[in-house]
């Protein structure tokens, strides 16, 4: 069938890309779903860091590739093999497949899985291949999303089944920033009363880390972020206190959960050095390969701190997003909040300079109901 969707022509163009324009909208082929695969309209979709690692060259994929990994839609066609979904279901498609059989799905959510990471490297789907091509040329997937378009063709173990009372938007974050910001929070760093939670960074991620840690029972949150407008945000969402990173360190305020969620080196120092002695900091953020650290090794035995790589918030979907949909029912998770604007799909380059200059929490593509 024929779709429109975001291709990625290049990586590594420069700043502004409004004006160097790196992802183009156009016209492409979107082949049927094979069996363990369902076609999904479109119906949300998120802008994410993830989203700019590619363009910005910080994750280098294959391209030409059809972006977009934070998605929701409405299932419209089912594989031969897929029989617990039909068609008319709403979905959140989330960006990690798991295959449920190799050894990192044994873990509970702690590894990624290790055929869906080697599909996602390779811009292709769980079950092998492609299904996306342009004037005859493959295009490749991505995460095995490639969410910004009409429609797209994904593995069943990449989606999860919501009811229709979630709207589109929130379902979309929730497969994402919230999955891996309240993810890392409730699955990693696991919180007791009367701790404090200390959240670094306060993009889409840190941000769904914060709401999450507002939403918990008897903890004190604390928000940090480099922009004035994003600390009165998390003030205004429930935060406690907030400080800029200078500000937390002058201070020598500590916390005894501590979220990275900036995705810059000197971010994680600092949050190593904001958690208190005993606690954990659980880095989510996504710095360049070439990003180092220096990191006092007599600090964490001395103090008997933790530190904990996350990656999707160390989450099951399945098991994760029905809890996160419960907290957004009971109103203790208030989603709707983390979505800054919503955006045509033609304005993506323009919103990815608004991510990249850091004044954006979580822009959203609507797409048209008979898209």
């Known amino acids: ?159 999860v089944v919501v009811d229709d009372d979630v709207p589109p938007e929130v379902a979309a974050v929730l497969g994402c920033a919230v999955l891996t910001g309240g993810g890392a929070l409730v699955n990693a760093a696991r919180p007791q009363p009367g701790q404090t939670v200390a959240v670094v960074g306060l993009g889409g991620v840190g941000m769904a880390a914060l709401i999450t840690a507002v939403g918990l029972e008897g903890c004190t949150v604390i928000g940090v972020d480099a922009l004035s407008d994003k600390l009165d945000t998390a003030t205004r969402l429930g935060a406690d206190r907030v400080f800029t990173l200078a500000e937390l360190t002058e201070a020598g305020t500590r916390a005894d959960v501590v979220i990275e969620a900036a995705g810059s080196a000197r971010a994680f120092e600092a949050a190593v050095a904001a958690t208190a002695p005993g606690g954990v900091t659980v880095t989510v953020g996504l710095p360049s390969p070439e990003a180092r650290s220096s990191i006092s090794p007599l600090g964490l035995v001395a103090e008997g701190r933790t530190i904990i790589g996350s990656y999707l918030g160390s989450a099951v979907p399945e098991r994760d997003i029905p809890v996160f949909v419960d907290l957004w029912r009971r109103g203790r998770l208030p989603v709707e909040e983390l979505i800054s604007s919503v955006i045509e799909l033609e304005d993506l380059n323009s919103a990815l300079d608004t991510l990249a200059d850091g004044k954006a929490v979580r822009q959203v593509i609507r797409f048209p109901a008979d898209g």
């Open 1 to 159: 069938m024929r779709i429109t969707g975001a291709v990625l022509e290049e990586i590594g163009r420069p700043r502004p890309y409004a004006e160097s324009r790196p992802i183009t909208v156009s016209h492409l082929e979107l082949a049927g779903p094979g069996d363990t695969e369902l076609l999904v309209r479109v119906q949300a979709a998120g802008v994410c860091h993830s989203d700019l690692s590619v363009v910005d060259g910080n994750r280098v994929r294959p391209v030409p590739m059809l972006l977009g990994h934070e998605a929701s839609g409405v299932v419209q066609e089912v594989g031969a093999a897929v029989t617990d979904i039909r068609s008319g279901q709403r979905v959140i498609m989330t960006f990690l497949p798991r295959c449920g059989e190799c050894a990192p799905c044994q873990t509970g959510g702690r590894v990624p899985c290790a055929p869906g990471s080697v599909a996602n490297n390779a811009g292709e789907l769980l079950a092998g291949g492609g299904r996306l091509s342009r004037g005859g040329e493959e295009v490749k997937h991505h995460l095995g999303v490639s969410g910004f378009a009409t429609h797209c063709v994904v593995d069943r173990r990449s989606v």
